[in-house]
């Protein structure tokens, strides 16, 4: 079992806020990331896909297959978008990077699995320090 | 003559958006940048400063003022914000980042001079592969 | 289960010495560490934090409360420190990144237990080519 | 259980290539990668060793000796070489990363274990978006 | 004045090698740079174009443009290729990151100049730790 | 002319004091840099050379050099020192960075005129936020 790892990057705009919760409690959760017009983050998304090698092209999976993947189900409809209001999966929902990390693994997974290999962990970089990983348990 | 730099941080949304042209010119101009509703960045901010060394502190000016300059006249106003609707020394311009260059230099140029110091070069990033520098003329 | 991390950093010196040895046993084991007038490093510290989502936040653990607990307890005590001699939980201790990461899980455990989430791994990080992480077994 | 990680480098040139398949085949499966005058990578290579502390040292494991071994065993090998003609350990593998990562493991786990420590994980950046891991099973 | 940046990748592989001296002299002056099967790099090339902020875009030069010239001229014929063999712009000429970034500078300076702004630095990090720059003369 | 730069890094301690200064005054000045116990940082020196390229090796200077002379003359007395007492040139000298790069200056023009090259900048990291850079006027 050989893991591989393919990052890419998309720039969003997002806003953590409770409807349920009145503007004051939000300020207090949230801080500054309540702010009613928005801010944004250069996100590092990093998928890693687990398998064996295939024998005849010394690859767990190509990465020209999980780059589309990535791309074409997870970034072109996060990248210059907002979080909170552009993006099909994530309407309804709490726009955290936690959130969007979950919502992430049950787009891909699937997807990936049609290539024999396996999902293995979703990782999102919101900052230089802050980061959230999630394995699907 | 030495050069010192400091740098700071904030995330930020932003939309490329002329106000006198249409939709369809500015989706044309701007491409994804013009996303009504907005998308975001994390920025670096590198302010250099040049002076000669003071010998009592071996400092060309003391970093805790630099960082303290930067953070109340520049970060806190742009951090978490909007730079479209939430920043008053850019109402009215175009929230690009070479018209944000311009506009920090502006408000840390007089500021560092009261420092003994000059303000020699704005320097923002907005992705790691897109950067401006400004030099004040 | 959601992973969440956060990282900070502090500037300290330190000296590899074990004082039942001689300083030529020093010198051997630690070569260049062992200098008796110390040296130093900016090391990063990255704690993992693991928990379930909070469906009011969208949180595994509001990264302000993981930001101030890492602050408080352990950064504040190290940043401009000397390792050895400075810092309350590492005297008498061996001043490796080892041992250090091992006294850090000590402290933040329990207190990212009062959080309703759990401490997953503490990572020390001494140079760009050294890294150190202890998983609490 | 402490683990520690040690950073190497090396820049070599590569080709993947099936000698198996046509020139045709080749090209769709490996694209730009099986360009027959080669192509080229700074590697980093990250190896992770766990094991407990020596209560004499504070370490896992001497860093000196896990920076010699990996340079003598493996970087040395591989720095300034070209991975299809000139690595004695890949002579007739693909030279894809994931093959690489596995082949490294190979020589590094008996050396490791000669000091009282355990080969944990194999890491390999090729760019700042693609990675290996392989943890020996 | 304002000046912008743009940072491209390519990964390929060279060589230095002096075809007038003997191979002696080769591995004397160029050491393990000069192996015969080539070696290889992820190289940086940042591109500085400076010039007047236009007020209706609030571009020094759209990025657009300078992507797609950076990557037509230069990067598409660089990467994944060999600078020794591959490259007409390199043929007969020191594959060395010197050259190399002088001339792309002559490729860049002409095409930039179509856009109303100037080409002020050709930038190339071959590794982390060595870089060359180009400002025309 | 063309410009070649080379980072090489050092660990090193230090504490900025004035010993003319009553400690209140130190602390005042310098807070917690004035720790009487030293503290440390991974320091990078990236070194800029400008020069013409000579035409037999593509190279303005070989970095073989360059990295000699940084090692032997400036990063073997900095790394895994004390800044305040261990480094002849900086001896009774403020050791903050500003001054640092001022005297590896004079140590390393003349050793680079030697080489039919020229000094352009030293410049110093001393974290991820601060940099000095002199260009030795």
Redesign the interface.
């Known amino acids: 079992?050989?893991?591989?790892?393919?990052?890419?990057?998309f720039?969003?705009?997002?806003q953590?806020f409770?409807p349920?919760?009145s503007i004051e409690k939000n300020d207090e959760?949230?801080?500054?990331?309540a702010?009613k017009?928005?801010?944004?983050?250069?996100f590092n998304l990093i998928v890693?896909v687990k398998g064996s090698?295939n024998?005849?092209?010394?690859?767990?999976m190509?990465?020209?297959d999980l780059k589309r993947l990535m791309k074409i189900y997870v970034t072109d409809k996060l990248?210059?978008?907002?979080l909170n209001?552009?993006v099909d999966f994530m309407l309804g929902?709490?726009?955290?990077t936690?959130?969007l990390?979950?919502e992430i693994w049950k787009i891909l997974e699937p997807k990936i699995s049609e290539h024999h290999a396996f999902l293995h962990c979703v990782r999102l970089e919101e900052?230089?320090?802050?980061?959230?990983?999630?394995?699907g348990?």
Chains 1, 2, 3, 4, 5, 6 share one sequence.
């Open positions: 079992m050989v893991y591989i790892q393919r990052r890419e990057r720039s969003s705009a997002h953590l409770n349920n919760w959760v949230f801080g500054k990331c702010n017009n928005f801010h944004g983050h250069n890693t090698i024998p005849d092209t010394g690859f767990v190509n990465l020209v990248d210059h978008r907002n209001t552009d929902k709490m726009a955290s936690e959130v990390a979950v900052t230089e320090n802050n980061f959230v990983e999630y394995y348990e």
